[in-house]
């Protein structure tokens, strides 16, 4: 859920174009209506919203990698410490860049187009993408270290963190990069593009 800032206003002029964009006028059905109070939502506490929203879609991507891996028994630390680490770092990482690369092209002057497109899709791939996927191997390992701590009562070591830390990134960070822009830059382009 990766939403750009905007720099229109907040408040009922802003949910009223929100909401006449999503569909026009006021909702009559239940899921209508509930998306109209998600897009609410979102103008009126953006950040606790994409946190909700983070918590919620991490969760259950987890319930479901769980069930396609075929775990004998649902893991519910590696359920609690994915959604921390994407409710606490993930959700307020994207939001400065996505606010930075808004920021970068309004400085630069960039107009609506393909020209504005690729350097905001040069900037989120080149730039934001290691950056977070770095940050995301430290914040889950050390989340997995306190949850560790706090279920098992045994002491926190930052330094078998730091080794951690070190091994994952040794083995996954390059291939992890290579993935990320496998999947993402189309879907970026197109959300930059467009969305």
């Known amino acids: 859920f990766q939403s750009q800032p905007t720099s229109q206003p907040r408040g ?8 006449a964009a999503a569909g026009g006028e006021a909702p009559t059905n ?9 897009l609410r939502m979102l103008e009126e506490k953006p950040m606790l919203t994409k946190m909700a929203t983070s918590a919620v879609l991490s969760g259950t991507g987890d319930v479901i990698a769980q069930a396609i891996e075929g775990s004998s028994g649902f893991a519910l630390r590696r359920f609690l410490t ?3 680490v994407n409710v606490l770092y993930i959700v307020p990482i994207l939001t ?15 107009a609506a187009g393909w020209k504005r497109t690729g350097v905001q899709l ?20 050390l989340a997995t270290a306190v949850s560790e701590s706090l279920a098992t009562g045994a002491p926190f070591a930052l330094g078998a963190i730091g080794q951690a830390i070190r091994s994952q990134l040794k083995a996954s960070y390059v291939s992890t990069v ?7 830059v189309l879907p970026q382009l197109i959300n ?4």
């Open 122 to 141: 040069a900037f989120d791939q080149l730039l934001n993408a290691p950056i977070v996927i770095c940050g995301f191997f430290c914040s889950f390992q």
């Open 96 to 110: 400065a860049f996505y606010a930075a690369n808004e920021a970068l092209s309004n400085r630069l002057k960039l």
């Open 192 to 195: 930059f593009a467009f969305v």
């Open 12 to 19: 009922p002029r802003r949910t009223s174009s929100l909401l």
């Open 178 to 184: 290579i993935s990320n822009w496998k999947i993402w």
């Open 30 to 38: 239940f899921v209508s209506k509930q998306w109209a109070t998600y």
């Open 82 to 84: 994915l959604i921390s």
